[in-house]
């Protein structure tokens, strides 16, 4: 238990580290500036760093005019590392990334996720063997679908997994922090890292797969809400006439646009696609079908209609769209021009939408998430 004066010193440490991750490149006397402390406190954390390993000097910046010479410092990617995790109804993902964010290490188990037992078995062996091989781990973060209580690491429900309340009160006993939180939301960090940190704004994500997701993320950090659901897109009916969902509605977007009800369409349509390490493969032949394509625009405008009542209601300055739909551009301009008629002019004017041009890695997410929790949490 860190306690007095030591709580303070710790926390500049984090932020120390925050910066640099942040800047990539910078110097004790930018560092003094940014964090508003004394050149003494920068100067001991840096140098402590420096010893340990964790911070390297990488030479000199000449000044302006007027000054000395600035000696550049950077995280050593040899340094501190975090380990992410991502659970799905096949698989287990792991991935290791330095400080920055870089992968180091990623691999894929076969899984059978929906028996809880089985899948706890198998995430303690895979940790296990991680801290046995990987060193100055700061976290791991671990993503569940479903509607998961983060601070008592329990899983109330997950439809997908067809989980219901799952404890993962065990991970407590291990030597590192452990954060157990919903993918989607760690999913939503490791988005934001690629397309541009919105440290001081608000984002919501949204992620098409086996379900659809949502999270709202303000100042890098995911909303859980009082019953952990915030952001649950998914679940917004967009035609009460259509078909029940498995929460009980009609109509949920997930139920109209995620990879069950897109591969029962295109059996329909008299064509098949494959499903392959948790996401779609498409072939020449469906990317050109003129079915397939207006198909796609019929799930952009599902989609637009669910992010009209983000926009209305959440007023993000970014919505990132993470779909392997956003290959077909009839999916983005069904999607775009129903926000154009629909929403608010104001406030659709002043959202950026960016559709992901690739999949976003989950584990990658949970590991920066680790991360985060790490600069945010003195214990």
Same mark, same amino acid.
């Given at each position: ?14 932020? +120390? /580290?925050?910066?640099?991750? #942040?800047? &990539?490149?910078? @110097?004790?006397?930018?560092? %003094?500036? *940014? ?35 600035? +000696? /550049?410092?950077?995280?050593? #990617?040899? &340094?501190?590392? @975090?380990?992410?995790?991502? %659970?799905? *109804? ?290």
């Amino acid at each position: 238990m860190i306690k007095g004066t030591s709580i303070l010193r710790e926390q500049n440490k984090r932020r +120390v /580290l925050s910066f640099v991750r #942040k800047l &990539g490149e910078t @110097s004790r006397q930018d560092l %003094v500036k *940014k964090m508003n402390v004394s050149k003494n406190t920068i100067s001991l954390i840096v140098d402590e760093f420096i010893n340990e390993g964790i911070l390297v000097e990488v030479g000199l910046k000449e000044p302006g005019k007027k000054g000395r010479p600035k +000696v /550049l410092i950077k995280l050593n #990617k040899d &340094g501190y590392k @975090s380990i992410g995790i991502s %659970v799905s *109804k096949t698989s287990i993902d792991y991935s290791v990334i330095n400080y920055y964010g870089e992968i180091i290490e990623k691999k894929t188990y076969p899984n059978e996720g929906t028996d809880p037992v089985q899948t706890k078995e198998h995430l303690l062996r895979i940790i296990h063997s991680l801290l046995q091989t990987t060193t100055n781990i700061v976290g791991i973060g671990i993503g569940v679908p479903g509607i998961v209580d983060s601070d008592k690491k329990f899983i109330h429900l997950s439809t997908h997994l067809n989980w219901k309340n799952v404890s993962f009160s065990e991970l407590d006993d291990f030597p590192v922090p452990i954060y157990v939180q919903n993918s989607v939301n760690m999913g939503a960090i490791g988005a934001l890292d690629l397309e541009g940190d919105n440290e001081e704004g608000s984002s919501f994500y949204v992620r098409v797969s086996e379900g659809v997701g949502g999270a709202y993320i303000i100042n890098n950090v995911s909303l859980n809400g009082d019953s952990w659901t915030a952001g649950e897109i998914g679940h917004i009916s967009i035609d009460s006439s259509g078909e029940r969902c498995n929460c009980g509605q009609r109509g949920c977007l997930e139920h109209l646009i995620n990879y069950k009800a897109f591969n029962e369409k295109l059996e329909s349509l008299g064509y098949s696609t494959s499903i392959e390490d948790g996401e779609i493969q498409f072939d020449n032949e469906v990317l050109h079908s003129k079915d397939v394509k207006q198909l796609m625009k019929t799930y952009g405008v599902y989609l637009g209609k669910a992010l009209v009542q983000v926009i209305h209601l959440m007023n993000p300055n970014k919505i990132i769209i993470d779909s392997p739909y956003n290959l077909f551009e009839q999916f983005q301009e069904g999607c775009l021009t129903y926000l154009e008629e629909h929403a608010l002019t104001i406030p659709f004017q002043h959202t950026e939408i960016i559709f992901g041009s690739k999949r976003y890695n989950m584990s990658r997410g949970a590991a920066l998430s680790a991360i985060i929790n790490y600069e945010k949490a003195i214990v």
